[in-house]
């Protein structure tokens, strides 16, 4: 049973990885100042970090080609992205 459980878990994060692995520049160049972060998941996929605030994204992390990258939200919409230089892998 934990043998199942073990190897539904790496499936899953292996696919996890796999579809990370897909985001380009050009996807973030996709996404716009006022979008709402549903249009952002729609383009990007689910984040790899993320932060809420009474339940408004604060921003949302990407890691894309070994950089990190954020979009933060004002007022529930994208307002800036930048790289970070705080990346861990």
Sequence with gaps: MMRTIYCLLLA???CGYAVQENLSIEDLQKV???MSPGKV???????DESMELDEKPMYFAY??????WVIDFEDGKVGKKYKSDNFVH
């Design 12 to 14: 899953a994060v292996i």
């Design 41 to 47: 998941v729609e383009i990007m996929g689910d984040p």
């Design 32 to 34: 716009k100042v006022g």
């Design 63 to 68: 890691h894309i080609d070994d950089e990190k």
